[in-house]
């Protein structure tokens, strides 16, 4: 089993910046993709980012494209979200997810391990 905690999140202006956080426990080796989901009330959960590791294959949502950066940190078993020009659109409980699948989904069902979540409020 892989757990997944997040921190980081927070509430921000619009225009701010914040970066999450998502350290990995258990058998991490079994995972190979490591992404990040977002589901704000009465929304569907959606993709924001995902990424290959080891590999440098990333994939974003457009909502979030040349703002919002994926990396990941081997050593650390973390994955960050680092998260710029943010707008009250992007108020949203942030889900860390990990797959053994190897190929990037923009599917939550391929994602078999998650985190519990974390809140990122952005006001006016």
């Known amino acids: 089993q892989v757990q997944l905690v997040e921190s980081g999140g927070g509430s921000v202006q619009a225009g701010g910046s914040l970066r999450l956080s998502c350290t990995a426990n258990?058998?991490?080796?079994?995972?190979?993709?490591w992404g990040w989901f977002r589901q704000a009330p009465g929304k569907e959960r959606e993709f924001v980012a995902a990424m290959r590791s080891p590999g440098s294959n990333k994939n974003y949502a457009e909502s979030v494209k040349d703002r919002f950066t994926i990396s990941r940190d081997d050593g650390k078993n973390t994955v960050y979200l680092e998260m710029n020009s943010l707008t009250p659109e992007d108020t949203a409980v942030y889900y860390c997810?990990?797959?053994?699948?190897?190929?990037?989904?923009?599917?939550?069902?391929?994602?078999?391990?998650w985190g519990q979540g974390t809140q990122v409020t952005v006001s006016e």
């Open positions: 997810a990990a797959n053994s699948l190897g190929v990037i989904y923009a599917s939550p069902a391929r994602y078999r391990y």
């Open positions: 258990g058998r991490t080796y079994i995972t190979n993709v």
